[in-house]
């Protein structure tokens, strides 16, 4: 095992009480859920990624460091006797630090760890939730000493993307990266970086800590979202009676409800009823009568652009619009 050299920062912050489309011309995102459904079928993959592209040493989750120094003010005993509760991976000062999963940040501070620590809020669908064994539909992500953040709290970022880089902290310098399944852990301070450690004699996972590696390739593995809310397949269409003048297509399954749906504005004369906009002005081919497009007892056509509406059986066409 590695020896690793902690400087008095690390031991005083890690251990201590100081740390802490189909197109539209009219297409928008809908704030409210669609209500009912049409058939269409697709399979999308949820995307999750390493912290950094790899490391140079690597101290694993869930075990005790006899090689580490110093002692911890929070649990009262020397940091060689307590439970890792994260991975610690080495890499150079200002390597690129980026977000394992799409999610929202939480938290964004200077903490003294040395540096600063990132906590980021990941929403699982149930494939996720069941490739990580657990039962709660959200998982948190933290990364310590840290340097040059690039996200603040309450950003959205997807997987993948820089939020900071690596804590120049000489021969030591590495990356502290934690996966659990609670924002703030039970522990110490009550604080969401959290103490770094859990008790001697413990098992990490007990406090919600999830093996972080792990973790990752568990998700990476994990079939995403092929539904959005209301079981709506991908690429299909429902309606909201809030906004009986659109029709709202599933195109992003997995993210927030207000941002699964695109809103596709229904042709002039048109509502969305059940699962798509119907009704009023009916397409009837590019010809001038509705009757030779075999709809029957169409009275009128709508023509000079393409396609050429009609009207249902019994209205007329008034001021370009069935009446």
Same mark, same amino acid.
């Given at each position: 095992? !590695?020896?690793? #050299?902690?400087?008095?920062?690390?031991?005083?912050?890690?251990?201590?009480?100081?740390?802490?489309?189909?197109?539209?011309?009219?297409?928008?995102?809908?704030?409210?859920?669609?209500?009912?459904?049409?058939?269409?079928?697709?399979?999308?993959?949820?995307?999750?990624?390493?912290?950094?592209?790899?490391?140079?040493?690597? #101290?694993?989750?869930?075990?005790?460091? @006899?090689?580490?120094?110093?002692?911890?003010?929070?649990?009262?005993?020397?940091? =060689?006797?307590?439970?890792?509760?994260?991975?610690?991976?080495?890499?150079?000062?200002?390597?690129?630090? !980026?977000?394992?999963?799409?999610?929202?940040?939480?938290?964004?501070?200077?903490? =003294?760890?040395?540096?600063?620590?990132?906590?980021? !809020?990941?929403?699982?669908?149930?494939?996720?939730?069941? *490739?990580?064994?657990?039962?709660?539909?959200?998982?948190?992500?933290?990364?310590?000493?840290?340097?040059?953040?690039?996200?603040?709290?309450?950003?959205?970022?997807?997987?993948?993307?820089?939020?900071?880089?690596?804590?120049?902290?000489?021969?030591?310098?590495?990356?502290?990266?934690?996966?659990?399944?609670?924002?703030?852990?039970?522990?110490?301070?009550?604080?969401? @970086?959290?103490?770094?450690?859990? =008790?001697?004699?413990?098992?990490?996972?007990?406090?919600?800590?999830?093996?972080?590696?792990?973790?990752?390739?568990?998700?990476?593995?994990?079939?995403?979202?092929?539904?959005?809310?209301? =079981?709506?397949?991908?690429?299909?269409?429902? $309606?909201?009676?809030?906004?009986?003048?659109?029709?709202?297509?599933?195109?992003?399954?997995?993210?927030?409800?207000?941002?699964?749906?695109?809103?596709?504005?229904?042709? *002039?004369?048109?509502?969305?009823?059940?699962?798509? $906009?119907?009704?009023?002005?009916?397409? $009837?081919?590019?010809?001038?009568?509705?009757?030779?497009?075999?709809?029957?007892?169409?009275?009128?056509?709508?023509?000079?652009?393409?396609?050429?509406?009609?009207?249902?059986?019994?209205?007329? #066409?008034?001021?370009?619009?069935?009446?």
């Amino acid at each position: 095992m !590695r020896f690793l #050299i902690l400087t008095l920062s690390l031991l005083a912050a890690c251990a201590s009480d100081d740390a802490f489309d189909p197109t539209s011309t009219s297409a928008s995102t809908s704030t409210a859920t669609p209500t009912s459904t049409s058939s269409a079928s697709s399979s999308l993959s949820s995307a999750w990624t390493q912290p950094t592209a790899g490391y140079s040493w690597r #101290i694993n989750f869930n075990i005790v460091n @006899p090689y580490v120094s110093g002692n911890s003010t929070c649990f009262g005993r020397p940091l =060689n006797q307590l439970v890792h509760s994260g991975e610690d991976w080495g890499n150079a000062a200002g390597t690129a630090v !980026r977000a394992i999963g799409a999610g929202t940040v939480v938290y964004a501070a200077f903490a =003294n760890y040395p540096g600063s620590v990132i906590v980021i !809020r990941h929403d699982l669908n149930a494939s996720e939730r069941s *490739a990580l064994g657990v039962a709660g539909s959200q998982i948190y992500s933290m990364y310590g000493h840290l340097t040059g953040v690039l996200v603040s709290t309450g950003q959205q970022v997807a997987a993948g993307q820089q939020i900071a880089s690596v804590l120049d902290q000489l021969s030591n310098s590495h990356l502290h990266w934690e996966v659990r399944t609670l924002e703030v852990p039970q522990l110490c301070q009550f604080i969401p @970086p959290g103490p770094g450690y859990t =008790n001697t004699g413990t098992d990490a996972r007990s406090y919600g800590y999830l093996a972080p590696l792990g973790s990752v390739n568990a998700l990476a593995g994990a079939v995403g979202p092929t539904t959005c809310d209301n =079981n709506v397949p991908v690429g299909s269409t429902a $309606c909201n009676p809030a906004d009986p003048v659109a029709q709202f297509v599933c195109t992003s399954p997995g993210l927030p409800s207000s941002q699964q749906w695109t809103r596709q504005l229904c042709p *002039a004369g048109q509502t969305c009823s059940g699962t798509h $906009c119907q009704g009023g002005l009916q397409a $009837c081919g590019f010809g001038l009568f509705c009757a030779a497009n075999q709809i029957p007892g169409a009275s009128a056509c709508l023509s000079g652009t393409q396609p050429v509406f009609c009207c249902a059986p019994g209205h007329t #066409i008034v001021n370009g619009a069935c009446s």
